[in-house]
């Protein structure tokens, strides 16, 4: 192979990279161009992603959330149903845009994908039975505190109370009716979780108090792929104008507000990662 041709050779491959490099650096403009968002939701992980079997569609706060955000891009949200190990796979395969499935920020995560501003705080919280006397985190020192194995209740748990006695149980259902039965003196898991499973109860509602504050939070942001700055831009101000707008607190208020089993109220707001963390 002579010199002229290794050099007509380099060149093609150049192009070929460069050409490469700016369809993968253009996400937004081909989503603009086909029209259409495909935003991944859990479809099992009621409130934010479940299936609705009056209607047979996925629904729930993230796929408002998604709504919002194509809105804002001027194109329609089609929404992928995606299990909870493959979330990260799938968008980095390109099987979806954007990701909003209960992304809690993790540094493992971010090597992975971008994050956006966090659009969701789950608070992790400790439930109590009123007749124990329990009133403050503190009071639990000591103390058996139920959760689910596998989840990060055990190390927010074990961080805020470090001589209490973590007991694990293999699902939520359990780890909350042994504080029923008086097995533990506490148990814990998310803020939307213990709400529900306490306001089920119904009359009884009112013998369970949620301690404040809570020992620990997760940020929900939404994924996406990394390298592509002008969608992550674009999300970013999507997710803000949805919060100066009311939306973000309208779409909070319509899944677990007052008027829901939930019963809960708004404390955070949209907001970059990082600063919610420190």
Not at 199 to 211: E, F, P, Q
């Amino acid at each position: 192979m002579n010199d002229k041709t290794k050099k007509l050779i380099t060149a093609v491959a150049s192009c070929a990279f460069f050409l490469t490099s700016v369809a993968h650096a253009d996400q937004l403009s081909d989503i603009k161009t086909k029209g259409s968002l495909t935003c991944g939701v859990l479809d099992i992980f009621e409130p934010f992603g479940f299936t609705d079997i009056s209607t047979r569609t996925v629904t729930g706060y993230d796929v408002d959330v998604c709504s919002g955000i194509a809105k804002r891009l001027g194109v329609k949200a089609e929404i992928k149903p995606v299990a909870d190990a493959a979330r990260i796979p799938e968008l980095q395969q390109g099987h979806m845009d954007i990701l909003a499935a209960g992304l809690a920020y993790t540094p493992q995560r971010a090597a992975q994908i971008d994050y956006s501003d966090s659009y969701y705080t789950s608070n992790n919280v400790l439930a109590v039975k009123v007749s124990r006397g329990y009133t403050k985190v503190d009071d639990l020192a000591g103390k058996r505190v139920s959760f689910v194995k596998g989840t990060i209740s055990e190390p927010f748990i074990r961080e805020a109370l470090p001589t209490a006695k973590p007991v694990g149980y293999e699902d939520i259902s359990t780890a909350f009716t042994v504080l029923v039965q008086n097995k533990v003196d506490a148990f814990s898991t998310s803020e939307e979780a213990t709400q529900k499973l306490i306001n089920r109860l119904g009359a009884d509602a009112s013998k369970y108090a949620v301690l404040n504050p809570p020992i620990g939070h997760e940020f929900w942001s939404i994924g996406v792929r990394k390298g592509e700055p002008a969608m992550l831009e674009a999300v970013n101000g999507a997710l803000r104008d949805m919060e100066s707008s009311g939306e973000m607190q309208a779409i909070f208020d319509k899944w677990l507000g007052a008027g829901t089993l939930y019963k809960m109220s708004r404390s955070f707001k949209v907001q970059p990662v990082n600063s919610q963390k420190n």
